[in-house]
């Protein structure tokens, strides 16, 4: 049986974009600056509800890394994957950090208030 984290909305959130479910706290973004199969990504530090495939090792446009696809836990789909082991020095930050394409987010929870 699943169930699903739920994050304090005293933050802003980015949720699975098909099934709302939570997937991280804005905050806990390292970089926009990155790009998936299907176009900008971002870096996150930490997520909920996703669930990780094998790790496979990958010739990214940073270099030759071990990496899992994450998948949304509630709805199953490929959300992006999570770094396991970076072969480059240089790339080493990223070992244990997930990435998300933002065609699978959507932001939930405290983005208006911002904006008052």
Request: hydrophobic share 35%; aromatic share 14%.
């Amino acid at each position: 049986k699943f169930y699903r984290d739920y994050l304090p909305n005293v933050n802003k959130i980015y949720c699975c974009v098909y099934c709302q479910a939570h997937l991280a706290f804005h905050n806990d973004i390292i970089s926009k600056s990155f790009h998936g199969s299907q176009g900008r990504a971002y870096l996150f530090n930490e997520v909920v509800n996703v669930k990780t495939g094998p790790a496979e090792e990958r010739i990214l446009l940073t270099g030759r890394h071990s990496v899992a696809d994450i998948s949304c836990a509630s709805c199953h789909t490929v959300l992006g994957w999570k770094y396991e082991f970076a072969f480059e020095r240089s790339q080493k930050y990223k070992e244990g950090k997930f990435i998300i394409e933002t065609v699978h987010m959507v932001k939930d929870n405290g983005w208006d208030l911002l904006m008052q």
